[in-house]
């Protein structure tokens, strides 16, 4: 039983960073390149400009939810409503501006202000399930920093 749980712990493990590499690579590649358009209109403004997205597709495993609570809290509670944070489910909102804008392709955690972008989606990934607070000090920095 513990050997066929751990055969398909690895196998969900490589899928899921084969498939999460590519986004990291589209939005790294290609997200502060064309960042310097404008927002769609639906999008939250901010004092200082600073906003955070997570892109992710409709069915996710329990890591990419992790990504989303871990961020939601982080951003919540350390920046109240300074600083919006936005999940996008890219299959049911493929419509969003942002997909085209950021060039999303899958699971994807962006900071940005204006024309900068802050990809912390390997970061992401790595730490969500096992040391939260990692990330949570990740994007702190991030938001400090851009």
């Known amino acids: ?38 927002e769609c209109s639906g999008t939250p403004q901010t004092k200082d400009g600073i906003k955070v997205y997570y892109f992710h597709m409709t069915r996710r495993c329990e890591t990419c939810v992790a990504v ?7 951003v919540s509670e350390n920046y109240k409503n300074k600083i919006p944070f936005q999940s996008v489910n890219i299959e049911k909102d493929d419509k969003n501006p942002l997909i085209a804008k950021y060039k999303i392709s899958g699971q ?29 000090d990740k994007i702190k920095k991030a938001i400090e920093t851009i």
């Open 1 to 38: 039983m513990r050997k066929t749980l751990s055969i398909l712990t690895l196998i969900l493990a490589t899928i899921s960073a084969s498939s999460y590499s590519q986004c990291a690579c589209s939005a790294t590649k290609h997200g502060a390149a064309i960042s310097g358009g404008t």
């Open 108 to 136: 994807t955690l962006l900071i940005i202000k204006g024309d900068k972008v802050v990809d912390l989606t390997n970061t992401a990934f790595l730490n969500a399930m096992t040391t939260p607070h990692k990330l949570s």
């Open 68 to 74: 989303e609570d871990v961020t939601n809290k982080t």
